[in-house]
């Protein structure tokens, strides 16, 4: 292990040391959600919100592309489609700009990428069948965070939350 105590970025899947910045994203055919969590403090760093262009160009409100913030995260925890295999356009499409948005964030493969199936996180925040999921999860995820620091969160920002937390306890294991 590195002296710095941060993972060793040579081995995209080594995580020798507890995570303290997980970029949780939730990515979409047209819209893509990341949260930046600090798992030590469990406070929300920033928040973005990113549209996908017709010309295939990702931008925020103010129209800048997605690039990786001032606080680098120790791991990209991301929501990933469950393949079948008859899947619909939305997630081949949620696949493909995952993997595009992975590949603009992290050029180089240096920081630890994890996939986060939405099975994975229903059963980690201990979500049973017939449950409106979203709405049992957002409950959970304002307990964690408190409902000061989860104001102004909206629909995908949750899932991306959502992505970032379960990254962070799993690694704690």
């Known amino acids: 292990m590195p002296i710095s105590g941060k993972p060793d970025r040579s081995n995209p899947d080594a995580m020798q040391t507890k995570p303290s910045i997980i970029l949780g994203i939730d990515p979409g055919p047209k819209k893509t959600s990341m949260v930046l ?13 990113f549209d996908l ?3 295939g160009r990702y931008t925020d409100q103010y ?6 913030p001032i606080l680098p995260p120790d791991v990209i ?3 990933m489609p469950i393949p079948y295999p008859k899947a619909g356009k939305d997630i081949t499409e949620t ?12 050029p180089d493969g240096a920081i630890p990428r994890k996939p986060i199936y939405r ?14 999921a979203d709405a049992a999860i957002r409950k959970i995820l304002i307990n964690i965070c408190g409902k000061a620091q989860t104001k102004g969160i909206t629909s995908h920002l949750w899932s991306a939350l959502a992505v970032a937390i379960t990254a962070a306890d799993m690694s704690k294991t």
């Open 119 to 132: 099975a994975t996180i229903k059963s980690h925040f201990g979500i049973k069948r017939g449950v409106d």
């Open 37 to 49: 969590w600090r798992t030590e403090k469990k406070v929300i760093y920033q928040t973005w919100i």
């Open 53 to 55: 262009s017709p010309d």
């Open 63 to 68: 129209g800048d592309p997605p690039r990786l």
């Open 95 to 106: 696949a493909f700009e995952c993997g595009c948005l992975i590949g603009i964030l992290n």
């Open 77 to 79: 925890a991301y929501e």
